[in-house]
């Protein structure tokens, strides 16, 4: 749950710091700080999503690598 917490304070940090006008003459965000804000979140979230199968697939790699290794220990110790 705090891996979410975190990417979504990262994400809403950088999106408002990219899109919000610094002025704030208005309460509301305008039409261009929502299209901004809407592709900011939508390009980090699809960033994520590809960093983190990049991670999952080194991850299966790596996995893999630790069993052959373990299984050339075992053959070599069973001789």
Same mark, same amino acid.
């Given at each position: 749950m705090?891996?979410?917490?975190?990417?979504f304070?990262?994400?809403?940090?950088?999106?408002?710091?990219?899109c919000?006008?610094?002025?704030?003459k208005?309460?509301?965000?305008?039409?261009?700080?929502m299209s901004?804000?809407?592709?900011?979140?939508? @390009?980090?979230? $699809?960033a !994520?999503? +590809?960093?983190?199968?990049? *991670?999952? @697939?080194?991850? $299966?790699? !790596?996995? +893999?690598?630790?069993?052959? *290794?373990?299984?050339?220990?075992?053959?070599?110790?069973?001789?």
């Amino acid at each position: 749950m705090e891996m979410y917490t975190d990417l979504f304070n990262k994400m809403a940090s950088t999106c408002f710091s990219k899109c919000a006008s610094q002025k704030h003459k208005e309460p509301d965000l305008a039409l261009g700080e929502m299209s901004c804000t809407d592709r900011c979140v939508a @390009k980090y979230l $699809e960033a !994520q999503e +590809k960093v983190g199968m990049v *991670l999952q @697939k080194a991850n $299966e790699v !790596q996995a +893999k690598q630790a069993q052959a *290794l373990a299984d050339m220990q075992n053959a070599l110790g069973g001789r």
